[in-house]
């Protein structure tokens, strides 16, 4: 918060109890120091063009990232790919299973994790020159849109 000479780091990124953590300690010092309440946004209803227009598979060089629509709900889930795991000297934490997203308004492409273990993660979907969605970032990750077999 610049305008009040402020600001809060958190570096935790071990799973699964890195990103509630993170989030706890950032709204704690906020209220603590500023007495000010963090709360997130309320998403939009499920709107199904939407929906069809974000879904889809996503993936980085660790990563591969499912958006999907089920008529009712959008969801998001995140697995590390097989090879990261297998080349890991370390123990690799767990996948995120798909868990509810929401969209928030405005006219940017921003969401919100709603559910599960990326609960309060916010992101956004990026736009190709043509308009179609070609990436998303969440948490400062980028993915790249993974194209679909033409019928």
Not at 42 to 56: Q, S, T
Not at 68 to 83: C, F, H, R, S, Y
Not at 102 to 113: H, K, Q, R, T, Y
Not at 114 to 129: C, H, M, P, V, Y
Request: glycine share 12%.
């Amino acid at each position: 918060m610049p305008e009040r000479d402020f600001a809060v780091i958190t570096m935790a990124n071990a799973g699964p109890g890195g990103i509630p953590f993170n989030r706890g300690a950032v709204r704690r010092a906020l209220e603590h120091y500023l007495g000010v309440v963090d709360k997130d946004p309320e998403p939009l209803p499920y709107d199904e063009a939407r929906a069809r227009e974000v879904a889809g598979a996503f993936e980085n060089d660790a990563m591969t990232l499912t958006v999907a629509a089920d008529g009712q709900e959008l969801t998001i889930g995140v697995v590390i790919k097989p090879e990261i795991r297998a080349a890991a000297d370390l123990e690799m934490p767990a996948d995120y299973e798909q868990a509810a997203l929401g969209l928030l308004p405005g006219d940017g492409d921003e969401f919100i994790v709603t559910a599960g273990g990326l609960q309060g993660q916010r992101g956004s979907f990026s736009r190709d020159e043509n308009g179609a969605v070609a990436g998303i970032d969440l948490g400062g990750r980028v993915f790249d849109r993974v194209p679909t077999a033409s019928a």
